[in-house]
Nanobody, 119 residues
Framework: QVQLVESGGGLVQPGGSLRLSCAASVNIFTFNVMGWYRQARGKQRELVATMTQGGTIHYVDSLKGRFTISRDSAKNTVYLQMNSLTPEDTAVYYC?????????????WGQGTQVTVSS
């Protein structure tokens, strides 16, 4: 059973930082791609950043320079470091993992972690 569990969300003041963690119940290299998405209230879920099995990273242009995705294979964990946070970053952040096995796509989501940026 594949599970992704996010943690690290919370309330932070504008300009502050948070690091989100996504712990996988399996070896993270079993995923072809892992990433972070977010969904603000009343809006659609949007991509934040992804990292492929080989380490290729993609960021949404608007977040480049403030957000950093990384991983620790020994802990089977993917991180999202978020700096210079603004109220517009307030959202539920979700971890995502995609496995492609014999042509079949298996996609997994965590339960989400709330990030609130407010003074």
């Amino acid at each position: 059973q594949v599970q992704l569990v996010e943690s690290g969300g919370g309330l932070v003041q504008p300009g502050g930082s948070l690091r989100l963690s996504c712990a996988a119940s399996v070896n993270i290299f079993t995923f072809n791609v892992m990433g972070w998405y977010r969904q603000a209230r009343g809006k659609q879920r949007e991509l934040v950043a992804t990292m492929t099995q080989g380490g290729t990273i993609h960021y949404v242009d608007s977040l480049k320079g403030r957000f950093t995705i990384s991983r620790d294979s020994a802990k089977n964990t993917v991180y999202l470091q978020m700096n210079s946070l603004t109220p517009e970053d307030t959202a539920v952040y979700y971890c995502n993992g995609l496995q492609i096995i014999l042509g079949r796509r298996n996609e997994y989501w965590g339960q989400g972690t709330q990030v609130t940026v407010s003074s």
